[in-house]
């Protein structure tokens, strides 16, 4: 049974299957959500609503002409996408939807998977940065050079805004800092600074506008995918996607409270909340315009992480309090 | 650690094809180059073998955004060459024209610089506004991109009172829009930190590298044709010419929104003004040698052409010059010491129209339509058999 | 400057109406005076070329079939058409034999079928309006 | 200034150097200088007429000499230097030391026209294509493109 439960857990939910179809359905909504904020249409005619447009469009990379350019590293230059795919799916496996007990810590939860699961989000980057200087183009170069510079800017204010919830929350658990959480729902807004915090910071993470730098295709043409096409462009391109659910889910799990309710409610709670998160990114995608990468550091250093810090002393404070 | 890159010919940021050759230290651009000639379509050439006529709507072609302009600058000449006067309706109509034709030239343009900026909704909203002067375009016209209001002698096609209060109402509307669209570009925190203090051109440099148009006024050049050699209606309009001294490209979005208004109030007057009458006289078919020199305040600034006849009905030399040509220099020194993430904003801030600037050599046989079928198995066949013989690049310039 | 200052804007669009059009599914009105496809009423031409000769793209071709019998083709590359209607403006005769309609959806994958053909007879219809103009006219000297 | 003072001013400042002005129309002055006065007079106009702005540089083939144009406007007026060079050596001086604006116009003429800009700083072809043949220069009266016949798959009619 428990061997049933655990391939249930990596191949359907929240396993390959859920993460292909839930990561392209978040595309879409991201992408629909966006055009009617700026009152358009989005995709409207492949599927009901446009909702298969994403699988359209990665069915159709797929068939794609495959490059692979002579100066390249092609070992290197093939094999990332694979492995930015496998890391991100890794990443989704350790959100708490089901299959954790909260008593005892499994392969799926377990004390500290909140620092492995940052952690796994932090590797894409640094995929994308090699997969851009394997490619030695210098338009990929230059990407390659943004993503890393960023890199800097954002990964400590979104590493102190996550781990307030969990000093307040006394765990570093997922499953435990969510159900803490569920238990005192009014704790979640003392964490509401952090919540936008790590909302800017995972922006800059998924590389979307305003932090799409590393690609900006009126700068540097395709950036860090200027090389890239066919599979491995579309291996890209679902990472990102499964990135921003994983990001978003973890979001949802650290600030919104979780997915309690086993199964089923959980899936549901999980579909709410990182509809939501998406919303927001969505959001401030449309409002803003695409900023210089070292207005982004000057962003981070001098807004965001004083602010992080802030955050986390309003935590440790309030949690001297409470005792 | 210097390298060269490459922007252009084919560059998402530009619409148009021109080289441009960044020298970059890191980030900063220490050096740029200008390359053009990838868009030549020998215009001027052509124009020796056309009649007055057909050379209309050939200039109108010189550029898709700025058509009428190019052909209200040729036409305003050979009138001159041909002695006739215009009517005084058809002359209104035809810069009521030209005005709603500048609304829409400086809406693109934000929306461009929007996106350019990585700004997408701003360019939503602001090309979406476009489409009502769009509208008004095709409803005076019966096109949307090419006019072809103007003939010589006065204009094709008359307002009647209905277009006349369609006008109105879209520019009623555009005008709150624009005073909108003003306060977003000027408040918009990622967007301005974007725009401000990039792209410096000092006044000094404007005026020694002729720079013209809104590029020049934002560096507190008072430089309008309009105003300054006022030809037909405009010595009987009241209006200011926008400019600002903060000689970077928030200067540029601001002389423009100011244009902008400008325009509207311009457009209302010559329609509470537009007299009755006639709107087109009889042009001959031939002009006098003579020479004339023709200016004429488009969008992007100022246009001038030089004609001479020789008294067939085909001219002798016409000489165009656009405005984006005038600001190359400008550009170039513009861009030094800039940021690689500034390129596009500095160079869309002039609002370039490389097909304007690029119209001299009858090189591209465009006609020659030698059309053969080539199978896709084919075409792989050939590009493999070329990457065969083609030297290996691997010793290609590696940057760092 | 304020933060988030599109923010209302985004908000309201959300529920409004898109701007867009579902083009090929719903089609927008042209205005009345479109300048689309030209076309000819054969049973007006008179044959006086001015609409081949004022053509800006070269588009109109008109060549003799049968010369005793005055029998004229007229073919319109709208391939080359730019749509300018000079040739409606050029037309001498009352009503105009020349005229432009408001399909503006031409594209097609053969030249070919871009090109519109009529053979007619020419018409002896005394033109109101202007003279037929032969080619060097006189009253086409410059006024001096 | 009006026209006529602009007129009376540069027959006086330039004396004999000033071949020829006109006035043909409202604000239009057209002033002929010889090739070797060009770069004094233009030096003139900038400080004393506020002609700093060159709008272009047209040139045209009259046959056994090229004109050329020196489009300038001030507020006051749009004045025109006229220059001509023979044909047989069509050498003429730079005027970017003077207008450094000038640059693009004067690299367009050497590849439209032929002639030779003295002095200039940078005399790279500017819209002429890598592998244009040399001696080819478009418009030049004597030079004629023909254009080669359309072809239409199926024919033109």
């Known amino acids: 049974m428990a061997v049933l439960r655990t391939f249930l857990y990596l191949l359907v939910y929240p396993g390959l299957l859920f993460l292909f179809v839930y990561s392209t359905f978040c595309e879409w909504f991201d992408r629909k959500v966006y055009a009617r904020l700026q009152n358009r249409m989005g995709p409207t005619h492949t599927g009901r609503f446009g909702l298969l447009q994403p699988i359209a469009d990665f069915v159709k990379l797929l068939a794609k ?56 989000l932090s590797l894409p980057t640094l995929i994308l940065f090699l997969a ?116 978003s889910g973890l979001l949802a799990a650290v600030f919104l409270g979780g997915f309690p309710g086993g199964a089923i409610i959980g899936f549901v709670h999980f579909v709410i909340k990182t509809l939501f998160i998406i919303f927001l990114l969505a959001l401030l995608r449309a409002l803003t315009s695409r900023i210089r990468v070292d207005q982004v550091v000057r962003l981070a250093w001098k807004y965001l992480a004083p602010l992080a810090v802030l955050q986390l002393l309003i935590v440790i404070l309030l949690k001297g309090f409470l005792k | ?65 700025c058509s009428h302009s190019h052909a209200t600058c040729f036409v305003q000449g050979v009138e001159k060459l041909m002695e006739i006067v215009p009517p005084k309706r058809g002359l209104y109509i035809r810069y009521l024209v030209s005005e709603l034709e500048r609304v829409h030239s400086h809406l693109l343009w934000l929306g461009v610089a929007g996106h350019e900026a990585g700004f997408d909704s701003f360019f939503m909203y602001t090309w979406r506004d476009r489409e009502i002067v769009m509208d008004l375009l095709e409803l005076i016209s019966g096109n949307r991109v090419h006019y072809a209001i103007n003939t010589l002698g006065g204009v094709r096609r008359d307002v009647d009172e209905g277009q006349k209060a369609k006008i109105l109402e879209g520019i009623a509307t555009l005008r709150k829009r624009s005073e909108y669209y003003f306060h977003i ?47 037909a209606v405009y010595d009987e309009m009241d209006f200011e010419v926008g400019t600002a001294d903060s000689c970077d490209v928030l200067g540029r979005v601001v002389v423009r929104v100011k244009e902008l208004l400008e325009s509207y109030k311009i457009i209302e007057q010559i329609l509470h003004k537009l007299p009755a009458g006639d709107i087109v006289v009889k042009a001959p078919r031939k002009a006098k040698p003579n020479e004339v020199v023709s200016r004429y305040e488009a969008p992007r600034g100022e246009n001038m052409h030089y004609i001479k006849s020789n008294g067939t009905d085909k001219p002798e030399r ?47 046989n465009v006609r020659n339509g030698e059309e053969t079928t080539v199978r896709l198995s084919d075409l792989r066949r050939r590009a493999i058999e070329q990457h065969k013989n083609a030297p290996p690049k691997r010793n290609a310039v590696w940057p760092f | ?57 070269e588009a109109i071709e008109i060549t003799s079939v049968n010369e005793a019998e005055k029998k004229f083709r007229m073919v319109i590359h709208n391939d080359r058409c730019i749509h300018c209607a000079q040739c409606v403006d050029s037309c001498p005769t009352t009503p105009k034999a020349m005229g432009i309609d408001s399909l503006f959806e031409l594209a097609d994958f053969d030249r070919h079928n871009l090109k519109k053909e009529w053979v007619y007879v020419r018409a002896v219809i005394k033109p109101k309006a202007a003279a037929p103009k032969p080619d060097a006219a006189p009253e086409a000297a410059p006024k001096a | 200034m009006t026209d006529i003072e602009i007129v009376e001013r540069l027959k006086r400042d330039l004396g004999p150097e000033a071949l020829e002005v006109t006035n043909p ?63 047989a050596s069509p050498h003429i001086d730079s005027i970017t030391a003077v207008i450094p604006g000038a640059i693009l116009y004067e690299r367009e003429l050497q590849d439209m026209f032929g002639l030779v800009v003295d002095r200039i700083p940078d005399p790279r072809p500017l819209v002429v294509p890598d592998d244009w043949p040399a001696g080819n220069f478009p418009l030049r009266k004597d030079w004629k493109f023909e254009r080669p016949p359309e072809i239409i798959p199926g024919g033109k009619s």
């Open chain 1, 132 to 247: 851009a200087w394997s490619s030695t183009n210098l338009f990929s170069t230059i990407g390659g050079s943004r993503v890393l510079t960023m890199l800097f800017g954002y990964e400590v204010p979104l590493f102190l805004s996550v781990l307030s919830p969990a000093i307040l929350a006394n765990s570093w658990r997922l499953a435990e800092i969510a159900a803490f959480y569920q238990k005192k729902p009014l704790l979640i807004l003392p964490n509401l600074l952090g919540f936008v915090i790590a909302l800017i910071a995972v922006q800059a993470k998924l590389e979307r506008t305003p932090f799409d730098i590393p690609h900006a295709e009126t700068e540097i043409v395709g950036g860090t995918f200027t090389e890239y096409s066919g599979k491995k462009l579309a291996f890209f391109r679902l990472m990102m996607d499964i990135e921003l659910v994983v990001a």
């Open chain 2, 318 to 364: 016409l000489k165009v010059r656009a405005p984006t040509l005038a600001n190359y220099p400008a550009t170039v020194e513009m861009l030094r010491h800039g940021f690689i993430a500034d390129i596009p904003l500095i160079f869309a801030a002039i609002d370039p129209c490389i097909c304007c600037a690029e119209r001299t050599v009858s090189l591209v």
């Open chain 1, 65 to 120: 002409e495959d490059i692979v350019p002579e100066a390249a590293d092609k070992s290197l230059f093939s094999l990332l996408p694979v492995f930015g795919l496998a890391v991100v799916s890794t990443a989704a496996l350790l959100l708490p939807v089901w299959n954790f007990d909260l008593a005892a810590p499994g392969m799926t939860s377990f004390s500290g998977d909140i620092i492995v699961i940052l952690y796994l």
């Open chain 2, 1 to 65: 650690m210097k390298f060269q890159i490459p922007i252009g010919p084919q560059h998402p940021a530009l619409k148009e094809p021109i080289s441009l050759r960044m020298t970059v230290e890191g980030e900063v651009i220490r050096d740029a180059d200008i390359r053009l000639g990838y868009n030549h379509r020998g215009l001027e050439k052509l124009a020796e073998e056309k009649t007055w006529i057909q050379n209309i709507y050939l200039t109108e072609r010189i550029c898709g955004i």
């Open chain 2, 185 to 231: 570009g000027a408040n918009e925190p990622s967007f301005v930190g974007r725009i401000a203090g990039v792209g410096l051109l000092t006044k000094e440099q404007a005026v020694s590298l002729c720079a013209v148009g809104p590029t020049a006024r934002a560096s507190g050049i008072t430089r309008d044709v309009r105003k300054e050699d006022p030809y």
């Open chain 4, 25 to 87: 129309d409202r604000r239009r002055i057209f002033l002929k200088v010889g090739s070797g006065d060009l770069v004094a007079a233009v030096t003139l106009l900038r400080d004393k007429y506020d002609c700093a702005y060159l709008a272009t540089i047209s040139g045209v083939d009259k046959g056994e000499t090229f004109e050329i144009l020196y489009h300038f406007a001030s507020p006051a007026a749009n004045i025109n230097v006229r220059t001509e060079v023979p044909k």
């Open chain 3, 1 to 57: 400057m304020k933060i988030a200052v599109f923010f209302p804007e985004l908000i309201r669009s959300l529920f409004k109406k898109t701007a867009t059009v579902d083009y090929p599914f719903k089609k927008l009105e042209v205005p009345k005076g479109f300048r689309g496809t030209p076309f000819l009423h054969p049973e007006m031409c008179i044959v006086c070329r001015a609409c081949e000769r004022d053509c800006p793209a």
